[in-house]
């Protein structure tokens, strides 16, 4: 089997980028380490703060962010990075090529249960016209994306990337630590029967979406006549992953608790760097009637509706809005 770096070449990624991204995969190999050590690696439960969106921080997210950030900021292609985890963006070296933003653990309230969690990240050319310091080089759409990428931590520790090509499936060899190619090209089922968003949030949910699940639910006797089953992750790394390996819609709409800001999901470094896998696999990926792609960000942490995954399911869903 391939090793990822061979695939790289013959995508044509200029070097430094797939340096950057092997800089970032080192970091991944790390906490898929200490994941799978669990309980013997002290780095289960919480800390006794809350980081800044408000949710109660792991001790795996701080660890999994401090090894991230790290190596980042001692390469010296980087300009700047943003985590989830940091309020603000970190600069880097002023004459860096690239830009990166990472949700360090994504589900980590699975941490503990010896569920799916995973480290997303994101790549974007640096801006000559900002410095390292301003959080303006964030302010790119994600079509700019140079590279998208996860980590799932499960069974296996498996890497879904795209450099602006297909969508590929890589998988860690623990026996020498390296990434194999195990999916040359990941492709999305058009059409599907399975869907997964967080149904207790119901009562929160625009009309348009209660419709589309009720008619989902009465399954052959309804409208859509097939019936549908439902997976639900609490990781959108988990259930992306499914809906790239098999088909499938993963939902997170708009949530009349979020005053403000209209949905959960972050856009820079969670729905942008899915969308562009769930893109390159064939899907669709819409913040309700946009391409989460086409989405000009305003701020730094800014969240976004998300819809993705099977084309047909995506087109039938947004008929209801
Ligand atoms: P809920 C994890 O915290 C996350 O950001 C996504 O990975 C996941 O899809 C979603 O939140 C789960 O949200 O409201 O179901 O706990």
Same mark, same amino acid.
């Given at each position: 089997?391939?090793?990822?770096?061979?695939?790289?070449?013959?995508? /044509?990624?200029?070097?430094?980028?797939?340096?950057?991204?092997?800089?970032?995969?080192?970091?991944?190999?790390?906490?898929a380490?200490?994941?799978?050590?669990?309980?013997? +690696? %002290?780095?289960?439960?919480?800390?006794?703060?809350?980081?800044?969106?408000?949710?109660?921080?792991?001790?795996?997210d701080?660890?999994?962010?401090?090894?991230i950030?790290?190596?980042?900021? /001692?390469?010296?292609?980087?300009?700047?990075?943003?985590?989830?985890?940091?309020?603000?963006?970190?600069?880097?070296?002023?004459?860096?090529?690239?830009?990166?933003?990472?949700?360090?653990?994504?589900?980590?309230?699975?941490?503990d249960?010896?569920?799916?969690?995973?480290?997303?990240?994101?790549?974007?050319?640096?801006?000559?016209?900002? +410095?390292?310091?301003?959080?303006?080089?964030?302010?790119? +759409?994600?079509?700019?994306?140079?590279?998208?990428?996860?980590?799932?931590?499960?069974?296996?520790?498996?890497?879904?990337?795209s450099?602006?090509g297909?969508?590929?499936?890589?998988?860690?060899?623990?026996?020498?630590?390296?990434?194999?190619?195990?999916?040359p090209?990941?492709?999305?089922?058009p059409?599907?029967?399975?869907?997964?968003?967080?149904?207790?949030?119901?009562?929160?949910?625009?009309? +348009?979406? $209660?419709n589309?699940?009720?008619d989902?639910?009465?399954?052959?006797e309804?409208?859509?006549?097939?019936r549908?089953?439902?997976?639900? /992750?609490?990781?959108?790394? %988990?259930?992306?992953? $499914?809906?790239?390996?098999?088909?499938?819609?993963?939902?997170?709409?708009?949530?009349?608790?979020?005053?403000?800001?209209?949905?959960?999901?972050?856009?820079?470094?969670?729905?942008?760097?899915?969308?562009?896998?769930?893109?390159?696999a064939? %899907?669709?990926?819409?913040?309700?009637?946009?391409?989460?792609?086409?989405?000009?960000?305003?701020?730094?942490?800014?969240?976004?509706?998300?819809?993705?995954?099977?084309?047909?399911?995506?087109?039938?869903?947004?008929?209801?809005?």
């Amino acid at each position: 089997m391939q090793r990822l770096i061979a695939t790289l070449k013959k995508d /044509n990624v200029e070097l430094e980028l797939i340096m950057l991204i092997r800089t970032i995969l080192a970091a991944t190999k790390e906490i898929a380490f200490r994941v799978r050590q669990g309980a013997l +690696s %002290g780095v289960l439960g919480s800390t006794l703060d809350e980081n800044i969106q408000g949710e109660t921080q792991k001790k795996l997210d701080v660890i999994a962010n401090q090894l991230i950030k790290g190596m980042l900021l /001692n390469d010296e292609t980087v300009k700047s990075i943003a985590s989830e985890e940091e309020e603000y963006t970190v600069a880097g070296h002023a004459k860096g090529k690239y830009i990166v933003a990472f949700d360090p653990l994504d589900g980590s309230s699975n941490i503990d249960i010896n569920g799916q969690i995973g480290t997303i990240f994101t790549i974007y050319p640096a801006l000559r016209e900002y +410095s390292a310091d301003d959080a303006r080089q964030f302010t790119q +759409s994600g079509r700019r994306q140079l590279a998208a990428g996860y980590v799932l931590y499960g069974p296996s520790t498996t890497l879904v990337l795209s450099t602006g090509g297909p969508t590929r499936c890589f998988t860690l060899d623990a026996t020498h630590g390296g990434f194999l190619l195990t999916t040359p090209e990941l492709t999305i089922e058009p059409n599907t029967q399975e869907f997964a968003v967080n149904q207790a949030n119901e009562r929160f949910w625009a009309l +348009s979406t $209660r419709n589309y699940i009720k008619d989902l639910l009465q399954g052959e006797e309804g409208v859509r006549g097939k019936r549908y089953n439902m997976r639900w /992750n609490g990781a959108m790394v %988990g259930d992306v992953h $499914r809906v790239l390996s098999r088909g499938g819609i993963f939902l997170y709409p708009r949530d009349s608790r979020n005053v403000g800001q209209p949905a959960k999901l972050r856009l820079l470094y969670e729905a942008n760097p899915m969308a562009m896998l769930v893109e390159n696999a064939g %899907g669709k990926a819409y913040a309700e009637r946009q391409p989460i792609l086409d989405v000009m960000p305003s701020e730094l942490h800014q969240r976004v509706p998300v819809a993705m995954g099977s084309a047909n399911e995506i087109d039938a869903y947004l008929a209801y809005e």
